[in-house]
């Protein structure tokens, strides 16, 4: 991995071989050809990302930059460049993105039937859209790549989705860019001022220089608004969360893994990259409503989706809740809850990834997703039971996998909260540990469990092949070594997180101590005169 750290712009190869691997499937002749090329492609983007984790020195972080950087010039008389680079925040982000990649490509093999090329040419673009949303420094990338990520899911679920798909898409498309583009009116805001203000009166999106520019307590609060607005919507959080569940549901499998594995992480991604440190003073004024519409969607996600006899449906409003969770760690302002809140985005990934992706098997087989359609199956599909029961135990919270150490830190982190602390409102989120085990072992039972119908198809239903075996299988060893061993993730996020909240509480002093002196100057009327 060492030779893989050096290879010069590995951060842009990370990005764009997937997009290069669309170009080249234009000239790929059969369905069986795109299919390996795009595993080749996918396949090939996580070998040189592991590159990534290799070549970032956790301990040399600064305040200053991110390591692995790559600027490049984009226009003249702006400051907008083409700035990517790696630091704690976005290595394990981008690293989950390359590792779906090849497992989403399995995951279509045999489910996709119609139209593949167009298929896999935009799951290839779609994963250079969301590693260029992770990777990105500058404001004005950001917004490109945030975008980016909208076209090819809108044909994804609008071509290859259920039978609700144009509504889904339609759905989809419109909640997330009525969002982006209240952002990009904050963008441009936002731009003109930190250039007029610190950078010579020259326009700029650089990430470094905007967190520079205390922004007025004013200021800060309709921006804050209209970037969290784009973020809460594509978490999504309650309750902007109406969009998730159908597009869930209509989404082809690869479609519904990538969505809940990384799309939606954009939005808590954004939260902590911008909202946090642009608006500090803003982020905790809002801190507590954000807070109790976390809690809200923590309950009512539960208890909707133990409501639920669609097996994919009840998963989809499980990331209404396990989202709330992470929400809830981003606004405690604490080491622990915001390192709990960037390894639990990893952990959702996976073990609800792994579980749309099970439930997509067995769709495959029977093709109803309605839980009552089965019953008694783990006798028939012993292997892909297994795999059902892990990833359950391992999205529930289990101690020893991966779901416990995020959950466990997030409340850890909330309790000790000068914010939004106290042992009320995580008692309150403490429930949803609760109520997930409820509906997702209600799922568990109703689905493998129970009396087999000797004479339905549940009782010659096959197991899973070596295929399906393999794309399930990295991601329960990585359930496992961060349930068991988080240290190594864990550790390579801490220090951004510290430099992070230290920049966060020095802004926002700042920017408190510049509101009161702008008082104290203020010239003195007539009628102030005694």
Request: hydrophobic share 55%.
């Amino acid at each position: 991995m060492d030779f893989l750290a050096s290879l010069p712009h590995l951060v842009s190869w990370v990005i764009f071989l997937p997009a290069i691997g669309a170009l080249v499937l234009l000239f790929v002749p059969s369905d069986n050809a795109v299919r390996w090329t795009s595993l080749g492609v996918t396949v090939l983007t996580f070998l040189i990302s592991l590159g990534l984790w290799a070549g970032f020195d956790a301990e040399a972080l600064s305040a200053t930059g991110p390591q692995l950087v790559e600027q490049v010039q984009w226009f003249p008389g702006v400051d907008i460049t083409y700035f990517v680079g790696i630091d704690g925040l976005n290595l394990l982000l981008i690293l989950l993105t390359t590792l779906l990649g090849p497992i989403i490509v399995l995951s279509s093999w045999t489910y996709i039937g119609k139209q593949i090329k167009g298929y896999y040419a935009l799951l290839l673009i779609l994963e250079t859209g969301v590693l260029g949303v992770f990777a990105s420094f500058d404001l004005f990338l950001f917004y490109i790549f945030f975008e980016l990520t909208l076209i090819p899911m809108y044909f994804i679920i609008g071509i290859w989705g259920g039978e609700n798909r144009i509504y889904a898409a339609v759905k989809f498309v419109i909640y997330t860019l009525f969002g982006s583009l209240l952002m990009l009116v904050g963008v441009l805001w936002l731009g003109f001022a930190a250039g007029d203000a610190v950078n010579d009166g020259v326009f700029t999106t650089n990430w470094y220089t905007l967190v520079s520019y205390s922004i007025p307590l004013g200021a800060q609060t309709w921006l804050f608004l209209l970037f969290a607005l784009a973020f809460c919507i594509k978490v999504p959080l309650f309750p902007f969360h109406t969009w998730l569940p159908d597009a869930h549901v209509q989404a082809p499998t690869g479609g519904s893994v990538v969505l809940a594995g990384v799309l939606l992480k954009m939005g808590t991604y954004g939260l902590v990259r911008f909202c946090l440190p642009f608006f500090p003073n803003a982020a905790q004024t809002f801190a507590w409503p954000i807070a109790i519409l976390a809690l809200i969607g923590i309950v009512y996600g539960a208890l909707v989706a133990y409501a639920q006899e669609d097996a994919k449906k009840l998963v989809a409003y499980s990331s209404v809740a396990h989202l709330g969770f992470v929400v809830l760690g981003i606004f405690a302002f604490t080491t622990e809850a915001l390192q709990g809140a960037m390894i639990q985005m990893v952990n959702h990934g996976l073990s609800t990834g792994a579980l749309f992706l099970i439930i997509g098997m067995l769709y495959e087989r029977r093709h109803t997703r309605l839980m009552a359609d089965y019953g008694g199956i783990a006798k028939s599909v012993p292997i892909l039971t297994f795999f059902m029961v892990f990833s359950v135990l391992a999205s529930v919270g289990l101690p020893g996998l991966n779901g416990f150490v995020g959950e466990f830190l997030i409340l850890l982190g909330t309790f000790k909260s000068e914010v939004i602390g106290g042992w009320a409102i995580t008692l309150i989120a403490t429930t949803g540990v609760i109520f997930a085990a409820v509906y997702l072992l209600t799922m568990l039972y109703k689905t493998f469990y129970g009396e087999l119908d000797k004479d339905s198809p549940n009782a010659t239903m096959p197991d899973l092949n070596a295929r399906e075996i393999g794309l399930l299988l990295p991601l329960a060893v990585l359930m496992f070594w961060l349930g068991f061993g988080p240290a190594p993730f864990l550790e390579k996020s801490e220090r951004t997180v510290n430099l992070l909240l230290e920049t966060i509480e020095t802004k926002r002093i700042a920017a408190i101590e510049a509101e009161r002196e702008a008082v104290v100057a203020l010239p003195l009327s007539a009628d102030d005169l005694p």
